[in-house]
Every structure is written in structure tokens, then in C-alpha cells.
């Protein structure tokens, strides 16, 4: 659950960024407009490949280990080799007994931690070992703080681990009196995807005008619409293909969604942002996001 604020108290308004999928620029004009309206708390919710910080070249301060499930390990020692933990394992984590293998043998790679296992062993001898499953990380940019995570390969706690990213930067506004939360999230519409649009204030959703864009846009926002969240688009790289825009044009006047911004394809942005997105070299093509920066601050849906 994000933490939510007492009735009389001022709360950040929390606004993610989002896409139905990658490439689509969503971390460039999420970079974009957090150098328009800082200071403000950065949130880098794609805790598979956070890359928002690379832009802004943040100072590290915390690092904190996130806790996943504990893995089965077995004492071979007490193991009497009943074979009962085999038969319960259903992801066919621990190898059958047999006189080459007399004991439980655990493939940590394939145990999910469900421990089923160590609870019904006969004889006690499996124990669940606390394992890693990432990092949250906070960190102090030219913008104002910054909080991301790493989760470790093959792990599937990104949800959770999402969900701890934006309650660390509430934390953060509130220490640094900071009104303003902006959540990059990540492509796709799974879990991570569903910890950061729960419970924001506003919905930014990029896509770009291609076949797969579009499908992937109209999947994301009947996901938003669960959440009762209707995002505001921008459509990026629009020069790519205007008959694939007025498609997404279409779909989001069908959903009462507003496109708030149109951006065309510009070559070598990511220079603009490795120099750390200094405004006043915007690239032409990127001055609409002016107008959407003016209203992030403002109640309601960002227009
Ligand atoms: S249930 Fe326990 S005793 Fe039986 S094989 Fe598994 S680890 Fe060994
Ligand atoms: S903890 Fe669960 S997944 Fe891991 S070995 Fe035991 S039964 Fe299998």
C-alpha cells in the first residue's frame, strides 16, 4: 500500500509516466519534464532497468537490501531421504531420490520460496535461507531527490519492489517539503506497471504511432481504466507514421483521454540528456512538453 497522508496534511502529488511498451521515449520526456518543474522528488519505478538516474547523474546516498523469499536449503546431514519434499515441490525444484542422489538435492535457481517444503519435512531438514532479492537505492540529483531500485535477475518481486520505490519517495518529498512526485515507470502493463499507477494523482502515458504502440497504448489505458485513471498522452516520434497517430488519436477520444502533447522523432535526443538536460539547449522538437510542465502541478488529470 502507498502510504497515505492524515486529512490535514499536504501530501505530493504523485504523477507517473508510463507506456504500453519500451523504446517508446517514455524516460527521455520523463527526464524532460523533471527538468522543467524541479525541484520536485524523482521516482525511477522500473525497477528492471532503472536508467533515469544515468540522466541527471545522481549522488548516491542509500542503499538499502530488499528482502526476497527464503530459499529451501537442506542439511544433508539430518536429511533421511523420504522423498516427501519431492513429491510437494510443484516447481520441480528438488531432484528425486535415488541411490545416486540418497538425499533432497534443491536447485536454488528453480525454488520459489514457497516453503512448502520446509514446513512438511518429517524430520526438519530444510530451513528457508533469507535471500536477495534487490536494492532500493536513494540518491541526490541536480533536481532534487531521487529514488530507484535494481531487482535481481530471474527475481518476480518487482510489484513489491515498485510499491517500496514510491513509498521512499513520499518519505523523501515529505522530508525535503517537496510537492511534487514524478513516478517513471515501466513499459508493459504487468505488476510493476500496476504498483505505479495505483493510487497517483495523474497518468502520463507515451506512445508512439506504430501498429504494436498503438495496441500496446489501448492496453494500458483499459488498464488505467480499472484504476478509475484515465491517462493523458503524448505521442511521440508522431512523424513516424500520421495515419498510425490519428489511429491513436481515435482510440483515445473513444476513452475520453486527451493527447496533450505531439512530438516528432528527433535524432540524437539522448546527447541532449547525457549532457544532463540543460533547458536551455531543449531541442526544438521538444518544446510542447512546456505546456504539459505547466500543469503537472495543477488538481486533476495533467492537460
Ligand atoms: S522431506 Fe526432509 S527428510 Fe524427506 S527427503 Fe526432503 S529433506 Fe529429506
Ligand atoms: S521452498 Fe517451495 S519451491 Fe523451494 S524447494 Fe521448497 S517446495 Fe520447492
Known sequence: MIAQPKPDEKRARQIAVVSGKGGTGKTTIAATLAAMVAPLVLADADVEAANLGLVFGVKQTEAEAFP????????????????VCVELCRFGAIAPIDLDNPVADIDLLACEGCGVCVDNCPVGAIAGVPAQAGVLFVGRSSLGPMVSAELEPGQDLSGRLT???RQRAVKEA??????????????GTGCPTIATITGVDALIAVAEPTAAGTADLIRLMDLAGRFDLIPSVIINK??????????IEAACAD????VIARIPFIEGVSRWLEDGAPLQRLPEALQPL??????????????
Open 68 to 83: 526476497g523469499l527464503p530459499l529451501a536449503v537442506v542439511d544433508p546431514a539430518a536429511c533421511t531421504g523420504c522423498g
Open 163 to 165: 510499491t517500496l520505490v
Open 255 to 258: 476513452r475520453g483521454a486527451h
Open 290 to 303: 512546456h505546456a504539459v510542465a505547466a500543469g503537472l502541478r495543477s488538481e486533476g488529470p495533467v492537460t
Open 174 to 187: 515529505e522530508g525535503a517539503g517537496l510537492d511534487l512526485i514524478l513516478i517513471d515507470g515501466p513499459p
Open 238 to 247: 508522431i512523424d513516424l507514421s500520421p495515419q498510425g497517430a490519428a489511429v
